[in-house]
């Protein structure tokens, strides 16, 4: 089996090159780009995960994963950065990333958690049925195949994270899940994720659906569920 194919996204040399050393090394195939429109332009369906800075010149790496996201690229990013403040790492989580490493970092650490989100792509537990396709409940309907949400005659585009959380949901109908709980099913071992994390990602999933937002209730004290009961009105009705 091809080893794993990287992109290392950052402007700076001397840490693409440090990166692409060791990475080489663990035996992953590694591309690199200088910015993040060089990355816009190189990345593919070959790439399995991108390392991406933060600071750039040019269009920053937030403002990179949020256009990959829009443009319905779900690869794995891993944010590299020297900003480490929690509001910056619920930014970079809010716009689709799957881990974050502050700089200056540990090159055992980072391929530490490269591995680590490439074995968990790998070892997804399979769906409850086998054989379904999609959840219907009222008018929505989750397709487990394409990972779009539908909402009536409208598609709508998910990041991993927030199709995941529906996911769990809307597969249990009416069951409470507490943000650790949510946590362990979606993040599973990334222990350094913030229970504000889940908030994040639900309120952005919840902006996506609009007027079936009400479908999400939130239990103070207690957590998330589906309330597969909720009535939706639109235009009027």
Same mark, same amino acid.
């Given at each position: 089996?091809?080893?794993?194919?990287?992109?290392?996204?950052?402007?700076?040399?001397?840490?693409?090159?440090?990166?692409?050393?060791?990475?080489?090394?663990?035996?992953?195939?590694?591309?690199?780009?200088?910015?993040?429109?060089?990355?816009? *332009?190189? #990345?593919?369906?070959?790439? /399995? %995960?991108? +390392?991406?800075?933060?600071?750039?010149?040019?269009?920053?790496?937030?403002?990179?994963?949020?256009?990959?996201?829009?443009?319905?690229?779900?690869?794995?990013?891993?944010?590299?950065?020297?900003?480490?403040?929690?509001?910056?790492?619920?930014?970079?989580?809010?716009?689709?990333?799957?881990?974050?490493?502050?700089?200056?970092?540990?090159?055992?650490?980072?391929?530490?958690?490269?591995?680590?989100?490439?074995?968990?792509?790998?070892?997804?537990?399979?769906?409850?049925?086998?054989?379904?396709? *999609?959840? #219907?409940?009222?008018?929505? /309907? %989750?397709? +487990?195949?394409?990972?779009?949400?539908?909402?009536?005659?409208?598609?709508?585009?998910?990041?991993?994270?927030?199709?995941?959380?529906?996911?769990?949901?809307?597969?249990?109908?009416?069951?409470?899940?507490?943000?650790?709980?949510?946590?362990?099913?979606?993040?599973?071992?990334?222990?350094?994720?913030?229970?504000?994390?889940?908030?994040?990602?639900?309120?952005?999933?919840?902006?996506?659906?609009?007027?079936?937002?009400?479908?999400?209730?939130?239990?103070?004290?207690?957590?998330?569920?589906?309330?597969?009961?909720?009535?939706?009105?639109?235009?009027?009705?």
């Amino acid at each position: 089996m091809e080893a794993p194919k990287l992109l290392i996204v950052d402007d700076e040399e001397d840490i693409r090159e440090i990166l692409q050393f060791n990475l080489e090394n663990e035996g992953f195939l590694i591309d690199t780009a200088s910015s993040g429109e060089e990355a816009l *332009e190189k #990345i593919s369906p070959e790439h /399995k %995960l991108i +390392l991406l800075d933060v600071m750039m010149g040019g269009i920053s790496g937030f403002r990179t994963a949020e256009k990959m996201r829009k443009d319905n690229i779900q690869t794995p990013i891993i944010f590299l950065t020297a900003k480490g403040s929690e509001n910056d790492m619920l930014t970079g989580f809010s716009v689709g990333a799957d881990d974050y490493i502050s700089k200056p970092f540990s090159i055992k650490e980072v391929i530490a958690r490269v591995k680590a989100i490439l074995r968990r792509g790998q070892e997804l537990a399979p769906p409850i049925d086998l054989q379904q396709e *999609e959840i #219907i409940i009222g008018r929505m /309907k %989750l397709n +487990l195949i394409s990972k779009h949400l539908e909402l009536k005659d409208k598609t709508v585009v998910l990041t991993k994270k927030e199709f995941e959380i529906l996911s769990l949901l809307m597969h249990f109908p009416q069951r409470i899940f507490t943000r650790e709980e949510i946590l362990q099913n979606v993040w599973k071992d990334e222990s350094y994720v913030l229970e504000r994390t889940v908030d994040v990602h639900v309120a952005r999933l919840r902006k996506k659906m609009n007027e079936y937002s009400i479908y999400i209730t939130n239990r103070s004290g207690y957590g998330y569920s589906f309330n597969d009961t909720a009535r939706v009105y639109t235009n009027g009705k």
